[in-house]
Structures are given as structure tokens and as C-alpha cells.
């Protein structure tokens, strides 16, 4: 086999992207708060951006800065603002009263500071020392304790005997189980939910006997509201088995409800605000209330001017001096875009704010990209994760994005109002004999909405509408019922 080398010419078609352009693209997509930490790691990085004081005045253009004309020119500094910083050894004094403002709102800030929330293995390690727990059984209680989850329920204690500073076996844990069931919320500790509701029932619990029965003997029948059947194989009449379901409905499923979340808690904090103007027209403005004001160090770009420094300092500074003015014009653009790209949808969705999200139009980020001049992968990073502040409330700006289909009269309506109208149809059909999914798309036909059966079973999916044969209340009876504890 013989191996040469040879020249030769191939034309092809590559996409290229910068680092600026990628950078720019990231903060774009960027919300808010995780452009704050973004800007806060690029001031601690990098030593030529410096946090712009808030004098209460604005900052002056690029054409009017006096400064400009006053540093020599340098070839190397041609592609920087040469304006885009300010005097950075030149803080203003602050006053006395500046001063005390500060620490007053410094220390309401900590005054604010929510409490952190008790968890819920807190609240039960709390109950594990009022209990009188035999010595050589608490340690597996606390084992089952560390492993119960937000919840409230435990895994299979096959799956949980290794952990912590020990092993325990099954028949350890199977002792110990009894000790946390019993604590408070009750239904802690179980590894389903039919012993979730068994251990909800109490001897206060009203149609104890029969709740008891219908979980361990007739789950399936009851999942599927086979009420009839299960009178039968009971004895049980309609009365007393639809008491008892209302019973069954007031227990828990999820007994470590009230402790979840606690300190993942997360608060919208919109990006931008819609206000309606007293004309009826909106407006739009950022909110850019937590993110950092960063301008060029002046000294840096002097000392870079003036040609000071040797080979390897002056790479440094032109590199720093690059990467910041890169993320100082990235943050002008994102503002530029996200004004742009909100007033359009805006625009577009103005039947919305008006009179309600009943009011949605059918609405892709095409139609937005073509109208901003943008391309439509642009108008997807600018929505991502982002929220606006509307007079109808607050709002991922996704929300405003919908898919639509074409009424009979060749009318554009948004799936959100067939939707909604399913809701309605739901909620007037008739209780003893309710709507199927093929009775459904019929009603929705009838009204102008022509979708097919799949998207109707689809939708009361979403909606988390059950079934008609879950949906369907049985007629009650007069016959006397049996007596039940």
C-alpha cells in the first residue's frame, strides 16, 4: 500500500461563532438574577470593569464625554468605546444622612429575612425524644426518619437498609416502622398510598369499618368508581358508600405537604414590567434594579494608552479591556432586544391585557422574529425563563405563545379558549351521565372548534380532568343502609 501526500481544494460551508457572539447570546438568554451573579463574578475577574456609582444623573454620551479628546490615540484601542467608563478614582463624598439611609435599609433588609422553615425530618426527630423509644430501637427510627421523603413516605426498606453510620437489616426496620408511623402528620411513613389512608383512619374516623374495607379489598373498583359493584359485593347501599368516599376524600395523600418546599422556595422576580398608560396604550421597561452597573476602569484605559508597561502587561490589559466593553455592549443588546421583542408581543396579545387571558390569539415566534427583524432562534432566548409584570399579572413570556387552529367560519382561535370551553362543558354537563370524550368533541364541533377525539383526551388530560365513568355520581337510593361504625 503506498501512502503520499497531496494538495487539494475543497469548498465547503461552515458556521462560525465567535466568542463574542456566543457570549452575546448567553446573556441574552440570561433572566435577571443570574445575570447579577454573572456581572458579579465578571467584577471580581476581571480588574478593568468597576461598578458605576448611581449619582442620580446620567451618564454622559459617547460624543459628549470631554475626556475622549484628551487621551492620545492608540491603533490598538481603535475597536473599544473610548467613552464607555468614567473617572473611577473620582467617588463622590456622601453625606451623613446618605450614610444612615443605607444602614436603615441594610438593616430592614435583615429584619425581612424569613425564618428558616422546619423540615419535616426536624418536626419528627422533634416528636422521636417526647416518644419512649426502647434504647436498641431508636437508632433504626432515626435511620427511617433520614430516609422519609418531602413527602411523607418511606421507600421500600429493602432499598434503605444500608445508610448513615450503620446497617440495619429489614426485620431491625420492621421494628421500628410502628414508632415512626405513629408521629405526626399522620400517614408518615408509608410506602403507598392505600397504607397512607389506613393509617389516617382513627377511632374518630366516621365509616372507619367500611373506609378500611373499600381500601384493602375494593382499591380497584373504588379508582375506577365501580360504586354499583361494589354495593353488591358489600352489601353496603349507595348512601353509605358515597359517605363514606366524601370521608375518604378529606384524608391526606401526601402527608409531607405542609413541609415542602421550606427553604426552595423560589420567588418570581419579573424582567420587565407592563404598565397601562392613562391614553389605554402599555408601556414596557426593564427591570434592571438588581443588576450591577459596570463601566471601564479609567486608570486601566489610560495606563493601556499611554503605552506603559511591557509586552506581556500590555496583552493582559488589551485582553481585559476586549472582554469587558464585550460584556458591556452584550448587556446593551439584551436590553435593546428584550424591549423589542416584548413590545411586539405586546402589540400582538393587547386583547389579552385588555380583557382577559380568555382573549389569547394564536401566536408563534416566527411571526415575532419576522416583525423585531430578528431571526426566531433570538426570540427564543429572549423568552426563556424570563417574566414580565402585566396589569393582569405576572407571566412567563412563553405564556404569550400559543398554538391556534381555524374555526369553521376560518377564524383563528387560540387551543387555550377549546381549552377553556371543555372546562365549561365539564362543569354544566350532567353529573349522573357526563360527557364522554367522543360527546366532548362533538359539543366542541358544534361550537366551532374542529378538533379530533385523541386531541380532546389530550387536553382533559392536561386539565386533570378524570374520566366520565370517574366523573359520573351515582343516584342515591332510599333504601335503608346497613349500619357501619
Given at each position: 500500500m ?11 460551508q ?5 466568542p463574542?457572539?456566543i ?7 440570561m433572566?435577571?438574577l443570574e445575570l447579577q ?8 475577574n476581571?480588574p478593568?470593569?468597576?461598578l458605576?456609582?448611581?449619582r442620580?444623573?446620567?451618564e454622559?454620551?459617547r460624543d459628549e464625554?470631554?475626556e ?9 484601542f ?8 468614567e473617572?473611577g478614582d473620582s467617588?463622590?463624598?456622601?453625606s451623613?444622612?446618605e ?6 435599609r441594610?438593616?430592614?433588609a435583615i429584619n425581612n429575612?424569613?425564618a428558616?422553615?422546619?423540615?419535616l425530618q426536624?418536626?419528627?426527630?422533634e416528636q422521636?425524644?417526647?416518644l ?5 430501637v431508636?437508632p433504626?427510627?432515626?435511620h427511617?426518619?433520614?430516609n422519609v421523603k418531602?413527602?411523607g413516605?418511606l421507600?421500600?426498606?429493602e432499598?434503605?437498609t444500608e445508610?448513615?453510620?450503620r ?7 420492621e421494628a421500628a416502622l410502628?414508632?415512626l408511623?405513629?408521629?405526626d402528620p399522620a400517614?408518615v411513613?408509608a410506602?403507598?398510598?392505600r397504607?397512607?389512608l389506613?393509617l389516617?383512619?382513627g377511632?374518630?374516623?366516621q365509616?372507619r369499618e367500611?373506609?378500611r374495607?373499600?381500601i384493602t ?15 353488591r359485593?358489600?352489601?353496603?347501599d349507595?348512601?353509605t ?8 376524600r378529606?384524608?391526606n395523600p401526601r402527608p409531607?405537604a ?5 427553604d426552595n422556595?423560589h420567588y418570581?422576580?419579573?424582567d420587565?414590567?407592563?404598565e ?14 438588581y ?9 486601566w484605559?489610560n495606563r493601556?494608552?499611554s503605552r506603559k508597561?511591557?509586552?506581556t502587561e ?11 466593553q464585550w460584556?458591556?455592549d ?14 411586539a408581543?405586546?402589540e400582538?396579545?393587547r386583547d389579552?391585557l385588555d ?9 408563534k415566534?416566527?411571526?415575532i422574529a ?6 426566531v432562534t ?7 425563563e424570563?417574566w414580565v ?5 405576572t ?8 398554538g391556534?387552529?381555524?374555526t ?5 382561535v ?6 377553556q370551553k371543555?372546562?365549561d ?8 351521565n357526563?360527557?364522554s370524550d367522543e360527546?366532548?368533541?362533538?359539543k366542541l364541533?358544534?361550537?366551532g372548534?374542529?378538533?379530533a ?7 382533559r388530560?392536561?386539565?386533570?380532568i378524570p374520566s366520565?365513568?370517574q ?15
Amino acid at each position: 500500500m503506498r501512502l503520499d501526500t497531496t494538495q487539494a481544494l475543497r469548498l465547503q460551508q461552515k458556521l462560525i461563532l465567535a466568542p463574542r457572539m456566543i457570549q452575546s447570546m448567553e446573556i441574552l438568554q440570561m433572566p435577571n438574577l443570574e445575570l447579577q451573579e454573572r456581572l458579579e463574578q465578571e467584577l471580581e475577574n476581571n480588574p478593568v470593569l468597576e461598578l458605576k456609582e448611581k449619582r442620580g444623573e446620567e451618564e454622559p454620551s459617547r460624543d459628549e464625554t470631554p475626556e475622549a479628546a484628551d487621551v492620545p490615540a492608540d491603533p490598538e484601542f481603535d475597536d473599544y468605546a473610548d467613552d464607555a467608563w468614567e473617572d473611577g478614582d473620582s467617588r463622590p463624598s456622601r453625606s451623613r444622612a446618605e450614610l444612615a439611609e443605607d444602614s436603615d435599609r441594610k438593616q430592614s433588609a435583615i429584619n425581612n429575612v424569613p425564618a428558616r422553615t422546619v423540615s419535616l425530618q426536624d418536626h419528627l426527630l422533634e416528636q422521636l425524644s417526647e416518644l419512649d423509644v426502647p434504647p436498641e430501637v431508636e437508632p433504626a427510627v432515626r435511620h427511617l426518619i433520614a430516609n422519609v421523603k418531602t413527602s411523607g413516605y418511606l421507600p421500600s426498606l429493602e432499598e434503605i437498609t444500608e445508610g448513615g453510620d450503620r446497617s440495619f437489616t429489614v426485620t431491625e426496620l420492621e421494628a421500628a416502622l410502628p414508632w415512626l408511623q405513629q408521629m405526626d402528620p399522620a400517614g408518615v411513613g408509608a410506602r403507598d398510598l392505600r397504607e397512607c389512608l389506613l393509617l389516617q383512619i382513627g377511632p374518630e374516623t366516621q365509616h372507619r369499618e367500611l373506609l378500611r374495607l373499600l381500601i384493602t379489598q375494593h382499591w380497584d373498583d373504588l379508582q375506577h368508581n365501580r360504586l354499583p359493584q361494589i354495593q353488591r359485593r358489600t352489601g353496603y347501599d349507595l348512601a353509605t358508600l358515597t359517605a363514606a368516599l366524601e370521608t375518604l376524600r378529606h384524608l391526606n395523600p401526601r402527608p409531607g405537604a405542609q413541609f415542602e418546599g421550606g427553604d426552595n422556595v423560589h420567588y418570581v422576580v419579573p424582567d420587565l414590567i407592563v404598565e397601562r398608560t392613562e391614553d389605554g396604550d402599555y408601556t414596557v421597561r426593564l427591570t434592571n434594579d438588581y443588576i450591577p452597573e459596570v463601566r471601564l476602569s479609567r486608570r486601566w484605559v489610560n495606563r493601556f494608552k499611554s503605552r506603559k508597561g511591557d509586552a506581556t502587561e500590555r496583552d493582559y490589559m488589551r485582553k481585559k479591556i476586549q472582554a469587558a466593553q464585550w460584556i458591556i455592549d452584550a448587556i446593551m443588546q439584551r436590553r435593546q432586544t428584550l424591549e423589542k421583542v416584548t413590545r411586539a408581543i405586546i402589540e400582538r396579545q393587547r386583547d389579552f391585557l385588555d380583557h382577559g387571558p380568555e382573549h389569547i390569539h394564536p401566536l408563534k415566534m416566527q411571526q415575532i422574529a419576522d416583525q423585531v427583524g430578528v431571526h426566531v432562534t433570538t426570540v427564543s432566548r429572549a423568552v426563556d425563563e424570563k417574566w414580565v409584570q402585566t396589569p393582569r399579572g405576572t407571566f412567563q413570556l412563553k405564556r404569550f405563545f400559543v398554538g391556534g387552529t381555524t374555526t369553521q367560519e376560518g377564524e383563528e382561535v387560540a387551543y387555550e379558549l377549546i381549552k377553556q370551553k371543555m372546562l365549561d362543558l365539564v362543569a354544566a354537563e350532567d353529573k349522573a351521565n357526563p360527557l364522554s370524550d367522543e360527546e366532548l368533541m362533538a359539543k366542541l364541533r358544534e361550537a366551532g372548534y374542529p378538533v379530533a377525539r385523541r386531541t380532546v383526551t389530550k387536553y382533559r388530560k392536561l386539565l386533570r380532568i378524570p374520566s366520565s365513568r370517574q366523573r359520573r355520581q351515582w343516584a342515591v337510593d332510599s333504601t335503608p343502609h346497613s349500619s357501619a361504625s
